[in-house]
């Protein structure tokens, strides 16, 4: 059990703050509070996934936390600095959602208390202790209610930090008790800044910036999952549909047959995007959620009736849907699709 809870123990790295990207507004007034030191004892992280709610909460903790700020923010070599980055911070709870058996993840009530238990005993480092809950949405109603007991009465010097991409799941006493810290989906020139950092190459930042709206942890997974190549994959199909042979059919088959049910149902959702912007080129949009793809889009969108194009979209909804409720051989259900969109 203790090894389990080693393994979730959040570090901040020094420079954490500067790591942010984005997001000039609200961490130039998280950093006047902090070297003002007026922050207010709870704070809510609210916005879109994979946009650095969390890096920015933990880089706040540090600041709060660190024995010689410097214009408020971590210093990154005090003792406080220096156990945060090595995930060992006696003044610092982390409570993250936990997953129990088939139920979803989520922060459950014995958490919450043992997190007051913490609390309630004097900090090590200075009179300041730091909270972050993560996903804090997942807190089912009797965890959310011991921690609002807390809100109410909050021990000391101690700052809360609440992260999550769905407020609206949260309660409303909670929302109540915490000044918001708003984030807004990152902007193409931050996405390509965390891109580069992430060594993804050059080339392919662009195509995936179009698809991530604005969030980078989006765009970091596509990359990681090679998203754009099956995106690739799935527009060269529906090029070659006009001229499709029986052979043609059959080696597709072959090739997307030999995927795993995962990446082909992921296949599938490119396929699906893709058509739902041939069907918005059809009606007079411009818009187009595969914005990089615009010209070949634009070019098979003016080979293909409508009637077809729309036809294809539900066939293809019909499959990934197939696809993920039942064990047809994969290669057979493709196959059927193909003959269906590619006929008449
Ligand atoms: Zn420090």
Known sequence: MAEEKE???????????????????????????????????????????????????????????????????????????????????????????????????SIKIEQIREMRGAVARAPKFSTRRAVLLDDAETMNDAAANALLKTLEEPPGDTLFLLVTGARQALLPTIISRCTLVPFAPLDDGAMSRVLAVHNVPEDLRGPLIALSDGSAGRALRLFAEDALSLREDAMATLEKLPQMTPETIFSIGERLGALDRERLLEWFRYLRMLLRDILAIMEGSSSLMNGDFSARLFAFAGTLPANRAFEAEREATEAARRLSTSNASPRLMIEGFLIKVAGN
Do not use: I, M, N, Y
């Open 7 to 105: 393994a979730v123990v959040l570090r901040v790295q020094p420079g954490a703050w500067a790591a942010v990207e984005g997001h000039e507004k609200t961490r130039a007034r998280l950093a006047r509070l902090l070297s003002e030191r007026r922050v207010p004892h709870a704070l809510l992280f609210s916005g879109p996934q994979g946009v650095g709610k969390k890096l920015t909460a933990l880089a706040t903790a540090a600041a709060f936390l660190c024995l010689e700020p410097k214009d408020g923010l971590a210093c990154g070599e005090c003792a406080s600095c220096k156990a945060l980055a090595a995930g060992t911070h006696p003044d610092f709870f982390a409570v993250l959602p936990e997953t129990s058996g088939k139920a979803a993840r």
